[in-house]
């Protein structure tokens, strides 16, 4: 019981930190607005091996990704560093719980498995935390794999601003 009590303090100070950094960015006070990775220390980074040529046996293949993915000992250790220090540490809290290490084009739209640039602590909390995000990627992965939207077009969308990609993706 004392643990679950310490896990909703620290998801409280966290909603409490990223109010106050909607605030500092020019959201209003009381408005719920979506948590977008830090441009400038996650840019997002492709997969130099995934192309749209071969989309048809990498990324469009049923388990490509397992064989991809860094191990979670790489993107734990890589989320404690990042929630330490500026700018993911005014998140707030460094409980790695909280957060998921995301890639920001994700592996299934040929994003970068182990590049930091394509790395952040995104966090679950809030109803624009992590698992809207993965509604985003599995949307783009089918619109991609069905040659409705060029590989290309999919990571500039969700490496841009994630949340409009959903807006006009998943929302249409």
Request: aromatic content about 6%; some cysteine; overall charge positive.
């Amino acid at each position: 019981m004392k643990h679950r009590g310490r896990t909703l303090v620290a998801t409280q100070t966290l909603l409490i930190t990223l109010s106050m950094v909607f605030a500092q960015n020019g959201a209003h006070a009381g408005a719920v607005g979506p948590v977008l990775p830090n441009a400038k220390v996650t840019p997002g980074a492709i997969n130099p091996l995934v192309t749209q040529s071969n989309i048809g046996s990498t990324i469009c293949v049923i388990g490509f990704t397992k064989t991809i993915r860094p191990p979670s000992s790489y993107t734990t250790g890589l989320k404690r560093s990042q929630l330490r220090t500026l700018p993911y540490s005014a998140f707030g809290s460094t409980d790695t719980k909280l957060f998921e290490e995301d890639h920001l084009i994700p592996l299934e739209l040929g994003g970068h498995p182990t590049d930091p640039r394509n790395l952040w602590p995104e966090p679950w909390s809030g109803s624009t935390g992590a698992r809207l995000k993965d509604q985003l990627e599995n949307k783009l992965h089918l619109l991609v794999c069905s040659h409705q939207v060029t590989l290309k077009v999919a990571q500039s969308a969700i490496a841009t601003n994630w949340y409009l990609a959903y807006k006009r993706y998943v929302q249409g």
